[in-house]
Nanobody
Framework: QVQLVESGGGLVQPGGSPRLPCVASGSIFSISVIVWYRQAPVKERELVATITYVGSSNYADSVKGRFTTSRDNAKKTVYLQMNSLKPEDTAVYYC???????????????WGQGTQVTVSS
């Protein structure tokens, strides 16, 4: 059984800088690419950032220069550092990871349950 758990969300003032961790647990052999998504009310899910096993990252234009993703492979944790938050960043933030469990021999995508980030004064 594999679980991804995001946390760190909540009510944040404009300009705030929360950090969201996403922790993977279970019988995990390897974690490949991890992707952060977000979904605002009545909008489609949007890709925010990706990070490879070796730490190479890419960002959506809407967050480039403000968000940074990083990972600690030993802790099976990925982080999304969000800076200079705007009201339009309000959304549920999800992590998605390609994970190989022991004895499976292949990667499967797993989702976390999401964490709400609300940017408002």
């Amino acid at each position: 059984q594999v679980q991804l758990v995001e946390s760190g969300g909540g009510l944040v003032q404009p300009g705030g800088s929360p950090r969201l961790p996403c922790v993977a647990s279970g019988s995990i052999f390897s974690i490949s690419v991890i992707v952060w998504y977000r979904q605002a009310p009545v909008k489609e899910r949007e890709l925010v950032a990706t990070i490879t096993y070796v730490g190479s990252s890419n960002y959506a234009d809407s967050v480039k220069g403000r968000f940074t993703t990083s990972r600690d492979n030993a802790k099976k944790t990925v982080y999304l550092q969000m800076n200079s938050l705007k009201p339009e960043d309000t959304a549920v933030y999800y992590c998605n990871a390609d994970i190989m469990v022991f004895s499976s021999g292949r990667y499967t995508g797993y989702w976390g349950q999401g964490t709400q980030v609300t940017v408002s004064s």
